[in-house]
């Protein structure tokens, strides 16, 4: 079975606060990829991430970094220094072969970043 | 290079009426995902198209069913609506077949059965 879990529900900060969404993920697959997409109020799912199973290396982009971690089975996002217009529901996915074509969505966790 | 567009934005339906969703992917993308957005069930896959054909489809009931034509544009429909179906729908499109590789998403149909 394959199962995204995001434990945090609802996370308020006030800008210029670091915050960390967790992913938990769960597949028997040895390949696999993680995503993580942003929904703002407009309702549009925005792509931020992809990662493959086989590659472990953090990324940075900006103030949004990532940490895979396969031994815990999570893919934390970071948000450094947050600001109001990173405001959002945020959805890590699973995409393996038991998924067919579909990404298996965690519930989201909704950010709201007060000034 | 336009998004994802989808049409009509908001829809207003009653019970056992029928409701067609239109979506129209990113130029040159040939698969079209759709999802269903609800606050209980969060976002779950319906169907996705490549090339025209039905490549897989998520567990909803036969009254939800789409197409492709041949130009990418996608259709779904839903026939006899329940007040269950009120959702966002989304579609989402990529270059390739599967959800391997990033998919863009429309801004979505909101759909309200009363």
């Known amino acids: 079975a394959q199962k995204v879990t995001q434990a945090q529900t609802e996370i308020s900060v006030v800008e210029k606060e670091d915050v960390t969404l967790d992913c938990v993920y769960e597949t028997r697959d040895t390949t696999y990829y993680l995503f993580w997409y942003k929904q703002p109020p407009s309702g549009e799912l925005v792509f931020l991430i992809r990662r493959n199973s086989f590659d472990e290396q953090n990324e940075i982009s900006g103030r949004y970094s990532w940490n895979f971690q396969k031994s815990t089975s999570s893919f934390n996002f970071t948000i450094t220094a947050s600001q109001v217009v990173d405001s959002a529901v945020y959805f890590c996915a699973l995409f393996n072969s038991n998924s067919g074509y579909a990404l298996n969505f965690g519930k989201g966790t909704s950010l709201l970043v007060t000034p | 290079k336009a998004g994802v567009t989808q049409t009509p934005r908001y829809l207003i339906k009653t019970r056992g009426q029928q409701v067609t969703l239109s979506c129209s992917p990113i130029?040159?993308?040939?698969?079209v995902s759709w999802y269903q957005q609800t606050p209980g069930q969060g976002l779950q896959f319906l169907f996705e198209?490549?090339?025209?054909?039905?490549?897989n489809k998520g567990n909803f009931p036969g009254r939800f069913s789409g197409r492709q034509f041949s130009n990418s544009r996608s259709e779904m429909n839903v026939s006899t609506l329940e007040l269950g179906d009120s959702a966002l729908y989304l579609c989402?499109?990529?270059?390739?077949?599967?959800?391997?590789?990033?998919?863009?998403f429309g801004p979505g149909t909101r759909l309200t059965v009363t």
């Open positions: 130029s040159g993308h040939r698969s």
């Open positions: 198209y490549f090339s025209e054909t039905q490549r």
């Open positions: 989402a499109s990529s270059l390739v077949e599967g959800a391997r590789y990033e998919q863009y």
